[in-house]
């Protein structure tokens, strides 16, 4: 399995911008599809984003549409989530993920079990 690290969470007002990193080890990095999730207190982890192996395809949960970006840098074997507009209801503890899916059109799962292996997260907290 693909070992994934998060950084770059922190605490910023609404209206901000943060940007999450997810650095891998361990496998070939360009055989996996790689996903955000974010989990709330109280609350079941859900889709964020997405994308394929190859960074040519990007894929998004409604509540972040036009305010998160994702990329890859498969040089770096890291994935990226711009968060751009952050809302308090943004706040939550966001999770990379890796799915072993190298198609070009890739159809990200949207559940938590469709993805095999997981960082161990990084705190996000907006403030109103």
């Known amino acids: 399995q693909v070992q994934l690290v998060e950084s770059g969470g922190g605490l910023v007002q609404a209206g901000g911008s943060l940007r999450l990193s997810c650095a891998a080890s361990?496998?070939?990095?360009?055989?996996?599809?790689i996903g955000w999730f974010r989990q709330a207190p109280g609350k079941q982890r859900e889709y964020v984003a997405a994308i394929n192996w190859s960074g040519g395809n990007t894929y998004y949960a409604d509540a972040v549409k036009g305010r998160f970006t994702i990329s890859r840098d498969n040089a770096k074997n890291s994935v990226y989530l711009q968060m751009n507009n952050l809302k308090p209801e943004d706040t939550a503890v966001y999770y990379c993920t890796a799915d072993p899916d190298s198609a070009e059109v890739y159809l990200p799962p949207r559940r938590p079990e469709g993805w095999v292996s997981w960082g161990q997260g990084t705190q996000v907290t907006v403030s109103s």
């Open positions: 361990g496998r070939t990095f360009t055989n996996y599809a």
